[in-house]
C-alpha cells in the first residue's frame, strides 16, 4: 500500500509536509517545497501529481523532483488531482470569484480563487470542456483511468442541474 497527503509534524504550530507513506515508512517528499505541496494521487509508476502554493499551480511529482504543470490564460491558477499510469492528469483550474451574499440586512462581497473550470494534461493543458461534446460545462473532476475514461461532474447548457459524468475526451482535438 502507498499512500500520499500532508501531516503536521510532532509539536503544536510545526508546518504541514508533504509525504509518502510506503512499506511501513512515512517520508517527507518535495524537499524545500514540502509545506507548499499538496499531494493528491500517485500512479503505480511512483509519479505524483498535486498542487504547489497559493493559489495553486498543478504539479507533477516525478523521481524527486517538482516539475511545473503550469495554467491557462484567464485562470490565476491550477491543482492537479488525479494521474493514470500513462501521465495524464487531471485537475481544476482556479479563478478569481466573487460572491455577494446579505447578514442581518447588510450586503456583503466576499472575492476569493475557486474552481472555474478543469482541466486534462497530456504534453500541454487543455481545458476539458473544449474536448466534450454537447456543450456540457465540466465543473469538477475526480479522477482518471488508465484508459483515459475520467469520473467528474457537469451541467448541460441552460440547467443548474449538476450530473455525475464518465467522460472518454478525444485527445488528439
Known amino acids: 500500500m502507498v499512500i500520499v497527503g500532508r501531516s503536521a509534524w510532532p509539536g503544536y504550530g510545526k508546518p504541514y509536509k508533504a509525504f509518502l507513506y510506503s512499506n511501513g515508512l512515512m517520508r517527507s517528499i ?4 514540502s509545506a507548499s505541496f499538496t499531494p493528491e494521487a500517485i500512479n503505480d509508476n511512483g509519479w505524483i501529481t498535486g498542487t504547489l502554493g497559493t493559489p495553486g499551480g498543478a504539479v507533477f ?7 511545473s504543470l503550469g495554467t491557462l490564460p484567464g485562470f ?14 487531471v485537475g481544476n483550474l482556479l ?36 474536448l466534450v461534446d454537447g456543450g456540457w ?17 457537469g451541467v448541460r447548457p441552460g440547467s443548474t442541474i449538476t450530473f455525475a459524468l464518465l467522460i472518454t475526451p478525444e485527445l488528439g482535438r
Open 30 to 33: 518535495g524537499g524545500s517545497q
Open 61 to 67: 511529482w516525478i523521481n524527486d523532483r517538482i516539475i
Open 76 to 89: 490565476v491558477g491550477s491543482e492537479g488531482m488525479s494521474l493514470n499510469n500513462s501521465g495524464i492528469v
Open 95 to 130: 479563478g478569481s470569484i466573487t460572491a455577494t451574499y446579505t447578514n442581518d440586512g447588510t450586503i456583503y462581497t466576499d472575492t476569493y480563487v475557486g474552481s472555474t473550470g478543469v482541466f486534462i494534461y497530456n504534453g500541454r493543458m487543455q481545458n476539458l470542456n473544449d
Open 137 to 153: 460545462k465540466i465543473t469538477a473532476v475526480g479522477h482518471i483511468n488508465d484508459a483515459g475514461q475520467i469520473v467528474a461532474t
